[in-house]
């Protein structure tokens, strides 16, 4: 609510959000403070600080903020720990630059977040991508597989090393120990954008995390799945094989000068709530999942973690219902739950509705999402809610069979004058930027790649379904080279 006099609108549209009481299954991982202990929400402000004596400091840390950070590489199994206050973003951007050197490859899922593009075209790095895996089931990318990370190894012997998202948006998680197998019997380093998998550590019944299947650095946006404030995020480092000495220095480009001292405080707090209880509460969680998942099936809602393909596992606190077999687009489910059962999702595609579950759920919510999504699929059996009509076919435009033509470095189109086409004039011109719907974060087209008919007509589909897509403009004009 508007407090009367004050001209506020970002303060009155996330304090309407709040006092809505609407059942968040989106991130931060907290949930409105539910997964923090009271004591320390108490004058929060107060904790606001900078570098003082007492405090330290993330860029020469010599007191709390090094011992925090030594806890933390403790608890994640890690040789080191860096506190990151600008999302895992800007630990992707530190991981590659000191990864890969300018003008060198680097073997990358095209199933990557926009985040690994940009940190790419920072540091002059050349992706050599590899197509994920594609499920037309679910009408979603899996991730990557040992034997295609085996044949990129192969395909670019120069490359510095494989970047893999895992777990990817609806918590599918490639075999990421054979991947760490293969990658490393090529001598070369296994970076794992582990963004949405910073609480896989805590709990056997989840997939194994990066760090304990080998990887050599993992990125976590402890925001995203632990009980931690927005932007706070890890880096980790699981081996020798990295430089860490270049790996802080670019750390510190990429990390603002006046870090956060409640992000810091709360990457602490969050790494020992987790540490105290995290196996638990994670058990509490997944017992309530299993069970409604189960009860749900029988009633014919099909959901990710029951039905997944073979070579993959799911990280069972990501629910993914594919609301598409109810007859519904996900995008369609999305605003029908909000509007009708206070529920807010955090993301939906055309086939399927993404919620984020983490600690700080309890089995009351868990149970609400459940049951709004049972009613949903009475609502449509009885007429209440008219099913859409999905487009037969539809899940395979998005599958990417290939990559859209490379006609030059990323880099290069920077330095070249843009031209605004609508994107239904597109095909056959070199994107000046990258365009990515949002969320998940995934590229349909990086710049230096030619538009071509399938990506034009994806990218409509996406836009007249009012997804926001980052590289379009509001005039539906796309930046060209
Ligand atoms: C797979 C993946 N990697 C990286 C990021 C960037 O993380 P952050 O928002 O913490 O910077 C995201 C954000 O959604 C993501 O989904």
């Given amino acids: 609510m508007a407090i009367k006099g004050w001209n506020t609108p970002v303060y009155n549209a996330v304090k309407a959000y709040a006092d809505e009481s609407t059942i968040p299954f989106h991130m931060p991982g907290h949930k409105m403070g539910k997964g923090i202990p009271k004591k320390f929400l108490e004058h929060i402000e107060k904790l606001d600080l900078t570098e003082i004596p007492g405090t330290d400091n993330l860029h020469r840390p010599e007191g709390a903020i090094k011992e925090a950070q030594e806890l933390c590489a403790r608890t994640f199994g890690a040789r080191k720990t860096f506190f990151l206050v600008n999302g895992s973003t800007a630990g992707l951007h530190a991981a590659i630059a000191a990864s890969a050197k300018r003008g060198q490859r680097l073997i990358v899922g095209r199933d990557c977040h926009r985040s690994v593009i940009a940190g790419l075209l920072l540091a002059g790095v050349k992706p050599f991508f590899v197509l994920p895996r594609y499920d037309s089931e679910f009408g979603i990318n899996m991730g990557l597989d040992a034997e295609s990370v085996e044949k990129a190894l192969k395909g670019a012997p120069d490359a510095a090393g494989v970047l893999v998202t895992r777990p990817n ?141 073979a070579g993959f596992e799911q990280d069972r606190t990501r629910i993914v219902f594919n609301t598409a077999s109810l007859g519904l687009s996900g995008y369609e489910a999305e605003k029908y739950l909000r509007e009708n059962y206070n529920i807010q999702v955090e993301m939906s595609d055309p086939c399927n509705v993404v919620c984020i579950s983490t600690v700080a759920d309890d089995a009351e919510s868990v149970e609400r999402l459940f049951s709004a999504i049972e009613s949903t699929a009475g609502d449509i059996s009885t007429g209440r809610l008219p099913s859409s009509k999905i487009s037969a076919g539809m899940p395979e435009l998005f599958m990417q069979t290939e990559l859209p033509l490379q006609a030059c470095d990323a880099y290069e189109v920077l330095d070249s004058k843009g031209e605004k086409v609508p994107l239904k004039k597109a095909c056959g011109r070199i994107s000046r930027e990258m365009v990515v719907p949002y969320p998940p974060g995934v590229a349909v087209i990086c710049p230096g790649e030619v538009y071509n008919d399938k990506v034009v007509e994806l990218l409509c589909y996406i836009v007249e379904r009012g997804v926001t897509v980052h590289g379009i403009d509001e005039n539906g004009n796309v930046n060209v080279v």
């Fill in 169 to 309: 948006y609806y918590g599918v998680c490639s075999d990421i120990r054979a991947i760490a197998e293969v990658v490393h019997s090529y001598g070369k380093l296994l970076i794992v954008d582990e963004a949405h998998g910073a609480h896989l550590k805590f709990n056997p019944r989840l997939p194994v995390c990066a760090l304990e299947a080998g990887a050599d650095i993992s990125v976590q946006s402890a925001h995203k799945t632990l009980p931690a404030f927005t932007q706070g995020a890890y880096l980790h480092v699981g081996s020798e094989r990295v430089d860490v000495e270049r790996l802080r220095y670019f750390i510190d480009i990429y990390q603002t000068t006046s870090p956060s001292y409640i992000i810091m405080a709360f990457l602490d707090i969050a790494r020992e709530i987790m540490e105290k209880d995290g196996r638990e509460l994670l058990d509490a969680l997944l017992d309530v999942i299993e069970n409604l998942s189960t009860g749900a099936a029988g009633k014919g809602i099909k959901i990710l973690g029951k039905k997944i393909p």
